[in-house]
C-alpha cells in the first residue's frame, strides 16, 4: 500500500506526518534502550526512569498530534484518500504501543529485577538487540515503503513470535523459582508485543487495509 493521503496537493501535510512518526519511533528504540539498560544492563531505574517516562509522554503527543492532523485534513480536503487516513490512525497506534511495552520491561527493574549479572544475560540481551534494531530497520523500510524489503523482514522476523511462545513454554515447564521464570516470561512476552507491532508497520506496506494490523493478534500456536 502507498499512501498518498490526498488525492490532490497535501503533500506538506504527508511530509510533516512522516517526519513525526519517524520521530515516534526513535523515541520508542530511546526508550526500549533505557528499558533493557535498567532491566540487563545494571542500569539504576531511579536514574534512566524520568528519561523514559518523558520519551514515552513525548511519543504520546506526538500520537495525538498526528490523529488530529489527520482529522483536520480530512474535514478540510474534498479529495482526501480515505484509506490511506485509516491506514495512518492504526500505523500510529501500533507505534504508540511499543513505547507501552518499554515502559512494561522499565517495570520490571523498577521492582527490584535484575538480570544484568544472570547466567543467561547475553541470550537475553541478544533477542533486546535484535528488537531494538527491529524499531530502527522497520521505520526505515516503512519510510521507504519499499515493498520487498517489508515482504523480507515479515518473512525473517514472523518466526521470532513462536520462538518467544517456546521460551515462555520452557519456563511454565522448568523447576526454576518463580523469582527466576516470572520476569524471564514478562520479558519474553514484552519482546513479541514488541515485535508484533513492528511487523503491523510493516504490513501496511505490504497489505490492504483490510489486512493490516493482524500481527498484533496473540498468536500462540503455529499455522
Known amino acids: 500500500m502507498v499512501f498518498r493521503l490526498f488525492k490532490s496537493g497535501?503533500?506538506?501535510?504527508?511530509?510533516?506526518?512522516?517526519?513525526?512518526?519517524?520521530?515516534?519511533?526513535?523515541?520508542?528504540?530511546?526508550?526500549?534502550?533505557?528499558?533493557?539498560?535498567?532491566?540487563?544492563?545494571?542500569?539504576?531505574?531511579?536514574v534512566v526512569g524520568p528519561d523514559l517516562l518523558e520519551t514515552d509522554r513525548e511519543?504520546?503527543?506526538?500520537?495525538?498530534?498526528?490523529?488530529?492532523?489527520?482529522?483536520?485534513?480530512?474535514?478540510?480536503?474534498?479529495?482526501?484518500?480515505?484509506?490511506?487516513?485509516?491506514?495512518?490512525?492504526?500505523?500510529?497506534?501500533?507505534i504508540e504501543r511499543i513505547g507501552d511495552y518499554a515502559k512494561n520491561i522499565f517495570d520490571l527493574a523498577a521492582l527490584d529485577v535484575d538480570l544484568s549479572e544472570a547466567p543467561d544475560r547475553e541470550a537475553l540481551h541478544v533477542l533486546a538487540r535484535r528488537a531494538s534494531q527491529?524499531?530502527?530497520?522497520?521505520?526505515?523500510?516503512?519510510?521507504?515503503?519499499?515493498?520487498?524489503?517489508?515482504?523480507?523482514?515479515?518473512?525473517?522476523?514472523?518466526?521470532?513470535?513462536?520462538?518467544?511462545?517456546?521460551?515462555?513454554?520452557?519456563?511454565?515447564?522448568s523447576d526454576q523459582v518463580a523469582r527466576e521464570a516470572v520476569p524471564r516470561a514478562l520479558f519474553y512476552r514484552h519482546l513479541k508485543r514488541v515485535v508484533a507491532h513492528l511487523m503491523n508497520l510493516l504490513s501496511a506496506v505490504v497489505m490492504p487495509l483490510d489486512q493490516i494490523d493482524y500481527f498484533d493478534e496473540d498468536r500462540s500456536t503455529r499455522d
Open 10 to 46: 497535501g503533500e506538506e501535510q504527508l511530509e510533516l506526518i512522516e517526519r513525526q512518526i519517524q520521530q515516534m519511533l526513535a523515541n520508542d528504540r530511546h526508550s526500549f534502550d533505557l528499558a533493557v539498560s535498567a532491566l540487563l544492563g545494571g542500569a539504576d531505574p531511579e
Open 59 to 94: 511519543v504520546n503527543e506526538l500520537e495525538r498530534e498526528i490523529r488530529r492532523e489527520l482529522v483536520v485534513h480530512a474535514s478540510v480536503h474534498e479529495s482526501v484518500d480515505v484509506p490511506a487516513i485509516l491506514a495512518y490512525m492504526s500505523v500510529v497506534k501500533d
Open 134 to 173: 527491529l524499531i530502527t530497520t522497520a521505520g526505515e523500510v516503512f519510510h521507504a515503503r519499499d515493498r520487498d524489503a517489508a515482504e523480507a523482514l515479515i518473512s525473517e522476523r514472523d518466526p521470532l513470535l513462536y520462538d518467544f511462545d517456546d521460551l515462555v513454554a520452557d519456563l511454565v515447564g
